[in-house]
Each structure stands twice: as C-alpha cells, then as structure tokens.
C-alpha cells in the first residue's frame, strides 16, 4: 500500500468544523458545519451523517439526520 493511499480519508468521510450550535430543547439541537475543503455538501432528505469526535480516550461517533 503506498502512503498517499494510507492518508486518503475512509469513502464519504469529510473533515468539517462547528461553525455554531442552537439549542431547540433539552434534547434537540442544530450543528451549523463548515467543511475544511470550502465546498458544499449535497444530500437528499432522509439522509445522515456520522459525527466522530476524539476524545482523550476514545472516540465517539453519533448519527445525525441532515436538514437544510
């Protein structure tokens, strides 16, 4: 395996950072996201997104129904 194919990222996987958080209710709330590469994310209705986030020591991944 060469390096350039070891560093791709895993198939759909997009590095994104939080641009702001609405708290809806005690257990609903909306992420605003920025994707580092700049470009627009396409999804049909239904669809959702895994967010993984590394903590100290682990990393959690929860599931996220996308809206516009």
């Known amino acids: 395996m060469s390096d350039t194919l070891a560093e791709k990222p895993a198939r759909g996987s997009r590095k994104a950072s939080v641009e702001r958080i609405v708290d809806h209710a ?3 709330r909306s ?3 920025r994707l580092a590469d ?3 994310f396409k999804f049909v209705p239904g669809q959702f997104i895994s967010i993984s986030i590394p903590l100290e020591d682990e ?10």
């Not at 990393?59 to 516009?68: E, K």
């Open 31 to 33: 992420l605003f996201l």
């Open 26 to 28: 005690g257990d609903v």
């Open 38 to 40: 700049g470009r627009w």
């Open 59 to 68: 990393t959690r991944t929860r599931a996220y129904s996308i809206a516009s």
